[in-house]
């Protein structure tokens, strides 16, 4: 052991040095770039001045209570939210550096890119099969019937589905447990071949077995995307993702390593709700 | 959400309240086996020896607390450091009380002999061992770091006095042979209270983790500044 003069000086250095690491480090690569970015339903401002850089081939988790605007900013990386009359949005949404929001966008080629699974289950009251089929069909990605089987295949084992329901691929989607329409989802999602998965609180409406199959599939995805996800739950988020943000009333609070932000938090804020203080 | 967080609250303040209990149990065995040497108070020493009995459970008993609150609330940020600081300050103080025996023992071997000299850097190991453990419990409940801090500087002291009643006690040996065996048991005994230095120290460095979240152990000397 040093001496403690020595070890106190150099605990004063760690400490100043320890506040300018608040945000991520910047020289990692970066998939989605929000600058500036505000949002208002109406006349309500939902979210404001957002500027974050989330980064490929990792999970990062959106936490905060409700109405804080995670689930809105989220929506706002695919431009969901357009299908709400009366939202309004300033600022940049850069993907792969092209601004989503900028002149010549084709909103249905971005959706592909940026596919989202969403908290209740909404399968088509079709096959299984079919629920699969149905983003390629519509997409002009069928191909030939053999391509076809063999995409849904690759779908449904990328999402660990594969094995439970091969016997079955021509029974009603809407016979399968809640975990499995879930998973159904996140297959329909990936068929298309997206780079980027949102996610708004996939398992919260379902048991603990089930949730615990999404957060594996979740942890194995991040291999091949982009994911962000939406989680009330914040062991959840501690479990499954690298980077977390904090938003609160509608801005970005803290973001950083998940690790950091679920033992040391910089903002009492953050500290405040991870320890269930508010909220 | 605010029930839980109550509830979470005064378990936390349970288990701090069973930590200084052991805190104070601990400082008073290292207080009276330092007491029974110096007063070759062999009734004393022995109710040291045989005493060792309520630390253990109180080890037993934060550690499962510690466990249960983990395991229930799955606790974030301070409160987690809290209970991880906890965990570990539990550790030290039980580290604590086998010292205390320690010493009690080397301490009943000594007085069976006449006296090698008369004790004066041992009884002061003793105070500054007990000090230090008490500001770094202090330093835990008060969420103290320059309590904590004052702690780590502390340990130089006992670390220089252990020293020097080693080359005090090794005079003494190289002068008359006859008295190695209790020379030994002394310097077994300055050993025994630098270590309990380094349990406090051990606290303190948690405690300012836990308050902090900064790790200052084992950090490397820093460049001298002009």
Same mark, same amino acid.
């Given at each position: 052991?040093? +001496?403690?003069? /020595? ?19 910047? +020289? ?9 970015? =505000? ?45 709400? !009359? ?16 900028? !002149? ?26 079919? =629920? ?6 519509? =997409? ?53 071949? !997206? +780079? ?10 379902? +048991? ?15 291999? /091949? ?55 | ?24 149990? #601990? ?16 009734? #004393?020493?022995?109710? %040291? ?12 008993? %934060?550690?499962?607390?510690?466990? @249960? ?21 539990? @550790? ?7 010292? #205390? ?43 103290? @770091? ?54 406090? @120290? ?13 790790? %200052?152990?084992?950090?490397?000397? #820093?460049?001298?500044?002009?």
């Amino acid at each position: 052991m040093s +001496d403690p003069a /020595t070890r106190l000086t150099a605990l004063g250095a760690l400490a100043s040095r320890s506040s300018q690491h608040q945000h991520p480090p910047v +020289d990692r690569p970066v998939k989605i770039h929000a600058e500036s970015l =505000n949002f208002s339903y109406g006349s309500t401002r939902a979210l404001t001045d957002i500027s974050i850089r989330i980064h490929p081939n990792v999970v990062t988790a959106f936490i905060g209570p409700s109405g804080c605007g995670k689930s809105t900013f989220l929506r706002t990386l695919n431009r969901m939210n357009d299908i709400i !009359p009366g939202t309004r949005v300033e600022g940049k949404v850069l993907i792969d550096g092209t601004d989503i929001y900028g !002149p010549g966008i084709d909103v249905v080629a971005l959706r592909r890119r940026v596919g989202m699974v969403f908290q209740k289950s909404n399968p088509f009251p079709k096959s299984i099969f079919d =629920n699969i089929a149905y983003g390629l069909r519509i =997409n002009g990605m069928a191909g030939t019937r053999s391509e076809l089987a063999e995409r849904v295949e690759e779908s449904l084992r990328q999402a660990a589905l594969w094995d439970e329901v091969k016997d079955r691929l021509q029974t009603s989607a809407l016979a399968m447990s809640g975990g499995q329409q879930q998973r159904l989802c996140i297959a329909r999602a990936l068929a298309v071949r !997206p +780079d980027i998965l949102l996610m708004d609180e996939p398992a919260s409406a379902l +048991d603990p077995i089930a949730t615990q199959r999404i957060e594996e599939l979740v942890y194995d995805l991040k291999k /091949t995307y982009t994911i962000v996800i939406v989680t009330h739950n914040m062991q959840q988020a501690a479990r499954v993702s690298d980077f977390t943000a904090f938003f609160w009333l509608g801005r970005l609070v803290e973001y950083d390593r998940t690790d950091k932000m679920f033992t040391a938090p910089a903002e009492k804020v953050t500290e405040d709700y991870v320890t269930g203080r508010f909220g | 959400m605010e029930r839980v967080v109550r509830h979470f609250q005064e378990e936390l303040e349970a288990l701090q309240a069973r930590l200084l209990e052991m805190g104070g149990l #601990a400082e008073e065995r290292v207080r009276a086996a330092v007491q029974g040497l110096v007063t070759r108070d062999t009734a #004393a020493i022995e109710r %040291v020896i045989r005493g060792d009995e309520p630390i253990n459970e109180l080890h037993i008993e %934060v550690d499962s607390r510690c466990f @249960t609150l983990l395991a229930l609330y799955q606790p974030m940020a301070t409160d987690l450091r809290s209970i991880v600081a906890a965990v570990k300050i539990n @550790t030290d103080l039980e580290r604590v009380g086998d010292l #205390a025996v320690n010493i009690a023992e080397a301490a009943q071997r000594y007085i069976n002999h006449p006296p090698v000299k008369k004790l004066i850097d041992i009884p002061q190991m003793g105070e500054i061992a007990q000090l230090m453990l008490r500001d770094s419990l202090d330093a835990f409940v008060q969420r103290d @770091t320059t309590l904590a801090k004052q702690v780590l500087s502390e340990d130089d002291r006992l670390d220089s006095l252990k020293t020097l009643v080693f080359r005090d006690l090794l005079a003494c040996m190289l002068e008359d042979g006859t008295i190695v065996e209790p020379a030994l048991d002394l310097i077994l005994i300055s050993r025994h209270l630098e270590r309990i230095g380094d349990h406090a @120290t051990n606290i303190a460095e948690d405690v300012i983790f836990m308050v902090s979240a900064l790790d %200052v152990r084992h950090l490397p000397p #820093a460049e001298p500044t002009e």
